[in-house]
């Protein structure tokens, strides 16, 4: 199958060509990057010379759909909302790692996103990506929304004793961390070395763009309206997302029991794993590959349920899921093309 990558010079898109490039059934004909039209991607990404040769292009969406069956949209939001509604009615389906198709709610998407949100009909098209819970949704859909990575990792890591009913839904907090990379390529003061070095700093409290995301998904599954206090905090580390989510059991519950409930929940899962008691995961044990790790602490004294979500941001959190979500969409086994061992150390 071929397909194409649009915001061909982020590092979501290096990621799609690194899993791609081994990839038994596809093969990437095009790059797509306007400011770096007429440039081969290896002059922007070195760690590419004499492996991919692929000269970047501007998007022509008519020659495009001629050109390929699918395409990945690896670019900022507000971006792919003008190009996949054409490139759906042209037959072509579309995996969108913005956020420009993950909402419904048209003022929540003004309101964290700062435009108008794509046409009704298109979202209304649009299945969310969360691989692990949209399997059914996602095997007949024209664009898949994939999910952030803050979201991925909070939302599996909730779902299964939200939908079971163990826990208080209104008593979520979540504590969430990032590496840098998340930010993008883009220069920013933010990121800098001098200013990110040594540092571990909290940021956009209250007014991320995956809050809205993360309650309509918990809400979804738990069949209730369902707010969150979410706090990101950016450290100096170049991958990885770890969420630790703090909510109020309904009851005594020990942590044994809720592993079998997580493990039962995911055993079908292969890029879910969850840990054995007392074994807490780290962002490195999935840096470079598509797991999501779980471990869970039920603290008796204070009646709260403590669970701990890893990915690698880049992987699980963006492009890792996108090839997942892919290959489920074609009718492949999901884990094609994603047999990565961790990197360690």
Request: proline content about 5%; overall charge negative.
């Amino acid at each position: 199958m071929n397909v194409a990558i649009v915001g061909g010079t982020g590092y979501g898109a290096v990621e799609l060509l690194r899993f791609l490039h081994n990839h038994p059934y596809v093969e990437v004909k095009k790059v797509i990057s306007h400011s770096n039209s007429g440039t081969k991607l290896a002059e922007v990404y070195p760690h590419l010379v004499n492996v991919v040769d692929i000269e970047m292009a501007e998007l022509d969406v008519h020659t495009l759909a001629e050109e390929v069956d699918l395409v990945f949209f690896a670019t900022p939001s507000n971006v792919s909302k003008r190009y996949i509604p054409d490139l759906v009615d042209k037959g072509v389906r579309c995996i969108d790692l913005s956020g420009d198709f993950r909402l419904r709610d048209g003022k929540k998407y003004v309101e964290y996103y700062g435009e108008e949100m794509a046409p009704q009909s298109y979202i209304d098209k649009a299945v969310y990506g969360l691989s692990e819970i949209n399997k059914e949704a996602i095997k007949q859909a024209m664009i898949i929304a994939n999910p952030g990575c803050y979201p991925t990792a909070t939302t599996l890591g909730l779902i299964p004793v939200l939908e079971k009913g163990l826990v208080n839904p209104n008593s979520i907090i979540v504590d969430a961390k990032t590496g840098v990379s998340g930010a993008g390529r883009k220069l920013s003061l933010n990121v800098h070395f001098s200013e990110m070095n040594e540092n571990f700093k909290a940021y956009k409290v209250g007014v991320h763009k995956h809050i809205p995301e993360i309650e309509q998904m918990l809400s979804e599954r738990a069949e209730q309206a369902i707010q969150v206090i979410f706090t990101p905090h950016i450290v100096p580390m170049t991958r990885g997302i770890m969420s630790t989510m703090y909510v109020d059991m309904k009851d005594v519950y020990s942590t044994e029991e809720l592993i079998q409930l997580y493990q039962e929940y995911y055993q079908t899962h292969p890029f879910v794993r969850i840990r054995k008691e007392g074994a807490l995961p780290a962002t490195k044990e999935v840096y470079g590959s598509n797991y999501c790790d779980i471990g869970l602490y039920a603290d008796e004294r204070t009646g709260k349920l403590i669970i701990v979500s890893v990915i690698d941001n880049l992987v699980k959190g963006a492009s890792g899921q996108a090839i997942q979500n892919m290959n489920i969409m074609c009718g492949w086994e999901e884990t094609t093309g994603l047999h990565q061992l961790p990197i360690y150390p």
